[in-house]
């Protein structure tokens, strides 16, 4: 069995610009997510919970999945399933940090909307085999 290898929990999610001192939460003050990692096949779904963020029209939501590889600090997963079909095909390269029970992915800097962000994506661990 691997490191990832169980089912996570979305608990958090942070976005900056680069050099700028605020940030944002992209999947909202109650995001709600779930990633899970099975015999050698990963699948995560994003969602921003907040009551009101449909009403504003910024209710982001994201899911992906494929066979993945991991290393012990990135995560490479080859897209074959998608919400985005341009994704389909491609990977999807995170780093990982694991701090306990919790898992800090950080997608590489890209233009979401009209800014060049960086992202944190963090994971609690709900499941494991």
């Known amino acids: 069995m691997d490191q990832l290898e169980g089912i996570w ?16 939460v992209p999947y909202g003050a ?4 779930q990633i899970t990692f099975s015999n050698g096949r990963m699948l995560a779904v994003l969602c921003n919970g907040d009551a ?3 009403a504003l029209g910024k209710r982001n939501y994201s899911s992906y999945g494929g066979p993945y590889s991991f ?3 990135t995560l490479d997963t080859h897209v074959d399933v998608a919400a985005d079909a341009s994704r389909i095909g491609g990977h999807q390269i995170r ?7 919790q898992m800090v992915l950080r997608p590489p800097q890209r233009l979401y909307g009209n800014s060049m962000e960086r992202r944190e994506i963090i ?6 085999p």
């Open 9 to 24: 929990r979305l608990v958090d999610s942070r976005a900056w610009v680069e050099g700028a001192s605020d940030w944002s």
């Open 95 to 101: 780093a990982v940090e694991m701090k306990g029970e």
């Open 30 to 33: 109650n995001p709600v997510g």
């Open 52 to 54: 009101d963020a449909g």
């Open 71 to 73: 290393d012990g600090t």
């Open 123 to 128: 994971w609690e661990r709900i499941w494991q």
